[in-house]
């Protein structure tokens, strides 16, 4: 068991870009969710996905990001127009049974120019 | 409005000691609290957690207490080790719905 797989590790973009970015969740977990975790705000829920449907994505800016699913075996994050303030590490987790106990991957670090 | 709050940003301790790692939570639906820890580099990882219904869990020399009545927590590491130096993340969630909500973290240095 690989664990939670994210790609890239790192992205720089300059500003006015596109980032995606790749979540491949544990296998046999149905649920996905994303996270941005900055210094100032910690770690901030974005969205959800079960059985590969969105849920929740209550944590999304709303004119910028967007978050599928297409298959049980990844999700993607995507940023259109990327601006300095969406530098961060965003995280992809899939939760056991228990939602609360949630598998983190490492991470892709975002840096926008 | 932080529904999880964790009192300290950074603790230091010596090797050897007890670091205590407090929290506290305002919605009274939470119900399970699990606590993460982080490396540099690497995604949280679940350490511990407790149920509502209990004031103590341990695991090794990681012991959680929890009060309800006071809506608080904390998370104490016995006999520290540098290898222990990570940021250590309070949770709370509510069994009945989805979210895990985090607070800000705590950065613990254990000292050589």
């Known amino acids: 068991n690989a664990g939670v797989i994210q790609t890239p590790r790192h992205k720089v973009t300059g500003k006015g870009q596109e980032a995606t970015l790749w979540c491949e969740p544990i296998s046999g977990h149905s649920a996905v969710f994303w996270y941005r975790q900055t210094i100032v705000q910690g770690l901030e829920f974005l969205t959800y996905f079960r059985n590969q449907a969105p849920i929740d994505d209550s944590g999304m800016p709303k004119e910028r990001f967007s978050a599928q699913m297409p298959n049980q075996s990844h999700s993607t994050l995507k940023i259109q127009s990327t601006q300095p303030q969406d530098s961060a590490v965003y995280l992809c987790?899939?939760?056991?049974?228990?939602?609360?106990?949630?598998?983190f991957g490492p991470g892709t670090r975002l840096t926008v120019l | 409005q932080q529904q999880v709050r964790q009192s300290s940003q950074s603790l230091t301790v010596w090797e050897g000691e007890t670091a205590i790692l407090n929290c506290s939570y305002e919605n009274s639906a939470f119900d399970y609290f699990p606590w993460y820890q982080q490396f540099p580099g690497e995604g949280p990882a679940l350490l511990i957690a407790i149920r509502s219904v209990s004031d103590k869990k341990e695991d090794g020399r990681f012991t959680i207490f929890f009060n309800k009545r006071e809506k608080n927590l904390s998370l104490h590491i016995k006999d520290s080790q540098p290898g222990d130096s990570a940021t250590y993340f309070c949770?709370?969630?509510?069994?009945?719905?989805?979210?895990?909500?985090f607070g800000k973290g705590t950065h613990l240095h254990v000292l050589p």
């Open positions: 987790a899939s939760p056991s049974d228990n939602y609360a106990e949630q598998f």
């Open positions: 949770a709370a969630s509510d069994t009945n719905a989805y979210k895990v909500i």
